[in-house]
């Protein structure tokens, strides 16, 4: 199977071609983003960070973390968010970027789905049969782990590699006979068919925690410090709302994802952080996210999906909580 290096060469050299195009310097801020259920998605339908960075800011929707991540490498956006795997793969293949804030600790939201009637019943049921997950993301780690913890290894299925949306499309035609992705995709599958076997819950109770996290360019920090503490209090407001309001959040997020309040609330299924719960001992406090990224780096390193990975304290060092600090003392 092609290893995740491989693949983030390709995302460099396609880095390169967007570096050509839009420059490496921003004038303005421009978040990168993807529609991972969380406090965000409250932050972009409300126009929070518009609010808070300024009329001027820009959001670029991608499909993929790997897809942010060759963004942020070409300097094209400042901010981005993704799963703990892109995370991972980006800081060891030298994409230079802060950790900032934490979007979730994932419970529910990333699962593996496999066809009604398929014969199915447990991971070690896939064995041979045809699986598809975004490669480099938080999904293919999770696929990995939930294969190893049953006796199996990536090479005992027929991976197919695709985003959501292509992944949803192949459910549709029949081309496939599980996956593990992320909602509002998994949640749709279960609505067409699908159940969900493993989810990242139970990963989390078998040792392997996934976590979201924005980030932003290292560069773009130094010069624009005040820009990412504005980028964090609009993350958080987002976030507060829906901790605080959830009717009122439901209303903003519903019309911007197309769906009802109903669908929306069965989305919101992980554990979503307020600021002041940032630095505690399951986020960023007792280095638990930095573990929790050594640890993916170590895992598929083992898994054979990276080369090389870098030290502890270089993951540790990558992530900077001063900004969301300083926001807490300062207050939204």
């Known amino acids: 199977m092609k290893k995740i290096l491989s ?24 978040v990168g983003s993807q529609d991972i259920i969380e406090g965000s ?5 409300g126009g929070y960070f518009q609010q808070e960075m300024g009329p001027e800011t820009e959001v670029k929707m991608f499909d993929a973390g790997r897809d942010i991540n060759a963004a ?4 094209s956006i400042d901010f981005g968010n993704f799963g703990v795997v892109p995370t991972t793969v980006g800081l060891s293949s030298g ?21 009604e009637g398929s ?5 070690a049921d896939l064995k041979g049969r045809k699986v598809a997950a975004t490669t480099a993301s938080s999904g293919h780690y999770g696929l990995i782990c939930s294969l190893e913890d049953a006796g199996l290894t990536i090479d005992d299925i027929e991976l197919v590699d695709m985003n959501p949306t292509a992944t949803y499309a192949a459910w549709e035609r029949g081309d496939i006979d599980a996956t593990y992705t992320w909602n509002p995709t998994a ?19 078998t040792g392997h925690p996934t976590i979201n996290f924005h980030v932003v360019r290292r560069e773009f920090a130094e010069k624009h410090p005040e820009q990412v503490k504005a980028y964090i209090r609009a993350v958080a ?10 009717a009122e959040a439901l209303k903003v997020m519903a019309p911007y994802l197309d769906m009802t309040e109903e669908q929306v609330k069965a989305l919101m ?24 990224i050594y640890d993916v780096a170590q895992f598929l390193k083992d898994a054979g999906q990276l080369d090389s990975i870098k030290d502890f304290d270089f993951y540790k060092n990558a992530i900077d909580t001063h900004y969301l600090e300083e926001v807490l003392k300062e207050g939204l």
Do not use: H
């Open 95 to 115: 994409n230079d970027f802060k950790v900032i804030w934490i979007a979730c600790l994932i419970r529910q939201s990333e699962c593996l789905i496999v066809r």
């Open 187 to 205: 949640l749709r599958l279960t609505e067409n068919g699908g159940k969900m076997i493993m989810s990242g819950a139970e990963l989390a109770k």
């Open 237 to 246: 407001k987002g976030t507060a709302l829906y901790r605080n309001n959830e």
């Open 72 to 75: 942020l490498m070409s300097g």
């Open 7 to 30: 693949i983030i060469l390709t995302l460099t050299a396609t880095a390169a071609l967007l570096s050509g195009c839009g420059g490496s310097k921003q004038a303005k801020a421009i």
């Open 41 to 45: 998605i409250v932050s972009k339908a």
């Open 119 to 123: 014969g199915i019943e447990t991971v």
């Open 269 to 292: 299924v992980d554990e979503y952080l307020l600021l002041e719960e940032q630095m505690a001992d399951n986020a960023f406090g007792n280095d638990t996210a930095a573990k929790s």
